[in-house]
């Protein structure tokens, strides 16, 4: 079994996660692997499990998010 690097629960059905920088990273569910690796949205704060929108490296959930703030270019 493998431990989740995150709520440490030992789960024989933990899954492995490689990141583009190929760093192994091991979870015992999405929820664990979204709390340690989605982004967050530089203006509400939740994380960003879809596709999200970004403009000069900042990264948002959507594009409303990104205006609040006023960015009015932002790239899906």
Do not use: K, Q
Request: proline share 1%; with cysteine; hydrophobic share 35%.
């Amino acid at each position: 079994m493998a431990r989740c690097e995150v709520c440490g629960n030992d789960y024989d059905h933990a899954f492995t996660v490689i990141s583009a920088d190929g760093v192994s990273h091991v979870f015992d569910s999405v929820e664990c692997a979204a709390h340690s690796i989605a982004p967050t949205c530089d203006h509400c704060g939740c994380r960003v499990l879809g596709h999200g929108v970004e403009s000069d490296g900042r990264v948002f959930c959507c594009a409303s998010c990104a205006r609040e703030v006023g960015v009015l270019r932002v790239r899906a």
